[in-house]
Each structure stands twice: as C-alpha cells, then as structure tokens.
C-alpha cells in the first residue's frame, strides 16, 4: 500500500479501504447486519459496526435508543487512536465517555469522546485535519469546551468534547462514567428513566432536562466519592 505525500498511515488504511477518510460508525439500530472492524495491517481495526437492536424512537424522531452494543468499545478505542496518530501531541488524552462506553446501558447510537488539551486555540488550529476525518466544529455556546459532530452516511455517529487538560481528573463526564460502570444498579435506574423518557415521545431537549435530575444525583455521588464538592451537571 502506497501512501500520498504527508498522510498517515491510518489515514491511507482508513481511505483504502472505505473511501474518503473513513473509520467505524454505528449504522441505523433497525439493521442488524454486523462487521468486525477491520484492518490494513491489524495495529488499527477499521470498519462498521450496527448497534444490537432498536429500542426506542419518540415519535418526534428526534430520541433513538438502541440496546448495548460490545463493539462499541472497539470502534471507540479506534477512533481515539485515529486522532492520536492523525494530530501527534496535540491531545494529552483521549477517552471514551457516555453511555456507549458503559456495558449493559441502553443509549443513542453515538459514539462520545473526550479529549484533553493544553491550550484549546492549538485545537482550532488544527481544524482542517479534524474535518478530514469528518470532525465538524458545532458551536454550543459553552465556554472552555469545543465540541465536533461526525455524521456518517447522514446519520449522527460521533461527538468529540475538548476540554482543557487541567480539568481533566475532575470533568463530570469521566467521572459519571466510572460510576455508572461500578455501580450497575444505578445504571440500570439511568437506563430505566431513558426509556421513560423516550416513550412519553419527548423532544431531544424535553429529554435532556428529564435526565439532568438523576444525572446530578448519580454525579454528586462520584465527586463525593472522590472528596470533590457537588458541582451543576450544565455549569458550563
């Protein structure tokens, strides 16, 4: 495999094999079919993934849960090597976060990552190699924080969060995570109020705020965990 003048490796893999700068997505729920990801050479698994099954739809449309989907792990673990390889040394970490990276929890079929850097304007950038990989910068009008959407085949399949590196150990996201995956009653009940909430056919803001009770609940319990004060989920 022959790869053009300044691209990466897994960039040409990634190109090679599905076309313009592809790496895994989650497909619609509904189709069940379902393909490892796969790789050029074995260091980088590259592919599809389709979620387990649909749940849930609000008849808004705008809420789509699907069941928990193992691959989901390794379709994050590659998109998060994709990023380090792609822009070296601008991230000081890169996590899966959300409820696709907690095992047994229902969610929307997006992949949630955070990432860590020391100065966000280095980020900024470096924005047209984010946009190669499909990474398109959303403002949501939060301070301290950039947030990229990536669609693939017109479907929502990825959210990339940048936040400052020296509020890493403390960002709400890792640590309602860690909880969630420690204590699985509590993501049970989480779970529980999602498809509540999905099949009152709630808006997607309608079920953000229907959540936001429970979350600040099951958060406060991990920043106390930690000896952290009790913070606001939305604070930002």
Known sequence: MSFRTGESPVLACASDLFGAWSVPYVKHAANTASARPQSCDGSLRMGQAAGRGLLLVSASMDIEL?????EWTSIADAACAELRVSLPGLFTDIEHI?????????AKPIIDLIAGSEDLAHVVAREETLRLLGYEH????MPGRLFYRR??????????????????????ERLLRDYLRAHPAD???YGDLKRELAARHVTSAEYTRGKTGLIQELTDRARAARGLPSVPVWEE
Do not use: F
């Open 138 to 141: 959303h403002d949501t009008g």
């Open 187 to 189: 993501a049970r009940r």
């Open 66 to 70: 699907v069941a928990y989907d193992d």
């Open 98 to 106: 959300g409820s696709t990276s907690v095992p047994g929890l229902v």
């Open 151 to 172: 669609n693939e085949n017109g479907r929502r399949a990825y959210h990339l969060h940048v936040i400052p590196a020296t509020t890493w150990a403390t960002r709400n």
